[in-house]
């Protein structure tokens, strides 16, 4: 029975202290992706870095196009709708007008008036 409490009891330390060595011999992430790139701020960037500074940038360009262009379609979209809904109304009154205003001879009255 000891020798299990004694092989127990070194497999938890030996846990306990793998845990805190790896704390110790692992860094962050972010300072690890950055820990081989440190150069200085006069030094000229590498190919590699020019290039992936440059896909972001055309990445982001790509995007601000795409959603500015979403947006004129919509704003686009509702102007168009707007007139259109305009125009039907007017279409409307215009018609009203004749139905009202018709005198039963073609063409409309205006040329056809009998002046007294």
Same mark, same amino acid.
């Given at each position: 029975m000891t020798w299990r409490q004694a092989l127990l009891l070194s497999c938890f330390s030996a846990v306990v202290l793998l845990? +805190?060595? %790896?704390?110790?011999?692992?860094m962050q992430e972010s300072d690890a992706s +950055?820990?081989? %790139?440190r150069r200085g701020k006069r030094s000229p960037k590498s190919r590699d870095e020019v290039n992936a500074e440059n896909r972001q940038k055309l990445r982001a360009d790509e995007l601000r196009r795409e959603y500015y262009e979403e947006q004129r379609n919509e704003f686009e979209n509702f102007v168009e709708e707007q007139n259109d809904e305009q125009e039907e109304r007017s279409r409307e009154a215009v018609e009203q007008w004749r139905q009202w205003h018709y005198d039963g001879l073609y063409p409309s009255y205006l040329y056809n008036r009998h002046h007294i």
């Amino acid at each position: 029975m000891t020798w299990r409490q004694a092989l127990l009891l070194s497999c938890f330390s030996a846990v306990v202290l793998l845990s +805190n060595a %790896k704390q110790r011999i692992f860094m962050q992430e972010s300072d690890a992706s +950055n820990f081989l %790139k440190r150069r200085g701020k006069r030094s000229p960037k590498s190919r590699d870095e020019v290039n992936a500074e440059n896909r972001q940038k055309l990445r982001a360009d790509e995007l601000r196009r795409e959603y500015y262009e979403e947006q004129r379609n919509e704003f686009e979209n509702f102007v168009e709708e707007q007139n259109d809904e305009q125009e039907e109304r007017s279409r409307e009154a215009v018609e009203q007008w004749r139905q009202w205003h018709y005198d039963g001879l073609y063409p409309s009255y205006l040329y056809n008036r009998h002046h007294i």
